[in-house]
C-alpha cells in the first residue's frame, strides 16, 4: 500500500497530461480499452470537465505532485431512471501497479458517490484482465455477468465480464443524486 499518496479531484488543465499517459497503454497495448487511437490530453482535459459536472474524477499524486493513477465515475446510462446508477473506471500508472493505488483510488471515489446518493455501481472489464478482477472484487464489486465477444480488437473479438454493487438499499423513490459541483463539503 502506498501510504504518501494524495487523492484529489483531478484538474482537467493540470492533470490531463498525465491522465493520457497513463490511459495510452490501456489503448495501444490491451484490450482494456476499446478505443482505436489514444485521445491526447486536449481529449482528456474536456472528458475531465465533462465527467466532474456529475461525478467524480480523482487522481493519486505523490508527493511530488506526479500523478500515479485516476478513477472516475460516468453516467451509466442516459435514460432518467438510470441517474442512480454509474460505471466507474480506474487505471494505474503501469510502473506503480500492485502498490494499492488503485484500491485507495476506488474507496475514495466510492466514499463520494455514497455522499452523492448513487445506488449502483458497475464496471465492465475485458477478459483477461486477472489484477483488474482483484481489484473490484476487493472493493465489493461482483460478477453479475459477461458479454462474450462483444468487443473486436487486435484482431480478436474479447468477453467483458460486468461487476456490480449497490452502495445502498433505499426504499421508495430515492432522492436524486447530488451534482458533484452541489456536494456539500465537496472534496
Known sequence: MTADLKI???DPERDAEAIAAIYRPAVEASAASFEDVAPDAAEMADRVR?????????????DAGRVMG??????????????WSVDVSAYVDPGQVGRGIGRQLYDALLRILRRQGI????????????????????VGMRRIGVYEGVGYKFGAW????????????PTGTPPDPILL????GRP
Open 50 to 62: 465533462r465527467t466532474l459536472d456529475r461525478t467524480p474524477w480523482l487522481v493519486a499524486a505523490d
Open 119 to 138: 445506488v449502483n455501481v458497475y464496471a465492465g472489464i475485458a477478459l483477461p484482465n486477472p489484477a483488474s478482477i482483484a481489484l473490484h472484487e476487493a
Open 8 to 10: 484529489r479531484l483531478a
Open 70 to 83: 485516476y478513477a472516475y465515475a460516468g453516467a451509466h446510462r442516459e435514460r432518467a431512471g438510470y441517474r
Open 158 to 169: 474479447h468477453d467483458v465480464a460486468w461487476y456490480g454493487m449497490k452502495l445502498c438499499e
Open 181 to 184: 459541483m452541489n456536494l456539500p
